[in-house]
Nanobody, 121 residues
Framework: QVQLVESGGGLVQPGGSLRLSCAAS????????MAWYRQAPGKQRELVAS???????DVAESVKGRITISRDDGKNTVYLQMNNLKAEDTAVYYC???????????????WGQGTQVTVSS
């Protein structure tokens, strides 16, 4: 069993900043790619940014230049630093991790419960 717990969401004014965190815990042998997705009302879930275990990152064009993804493998945690936030960034943000679990060494796609980010004046 692997749990992903997100934190850091909330209400912010346009132009403001937020830092999301997602901590993984449980029967973890290793974590490969970690990522952040978001889903706005009435829209499909979309990838915001990802980071491999080697540190390679990929950021969606819509947020490039405003968002940075990073990870701390010692803490099994991934971060999303969001700057110059816009109304269109309003969504539920979900954490994702590709995890090899200790029991059987199977790989699992793991998701957090989501954290709301609202950008509004």
């Amino acid at each position: 069993q692997v749990q992903l717990v997100e934190s850091g969401g909330g209400l912010v004014q346009p132009g403001g900043s937020l830092r999301l965190s997602c901590a993984a815990s449980g029967n973890i042998f290793t974590i490969y790619t970690m990522a952040w997705y978001r889903q706005a009302p009435g829209k499909q879930r979309e990838l915001v940014a990802s980071i491999t275990d080697g540190g390679d990152t990929d950021v969606a064009e819509s947020v490039k230049g405003r968002i940075t993804i990073s990870r701390d493998d010692g803490k099994n945690t991934v971060y999303l630093q969001m700057n110059n936030l816009k109304a269109e960034d309003t969504a539920v943000y979900y954490c994702y991790a590709d995890v090899k679990v200790t029991l059987g060494f199977f790989r699992r796609d793991c998701w957090g419960q989501g954290t709301q980010v609202t950008v509004s004046s």
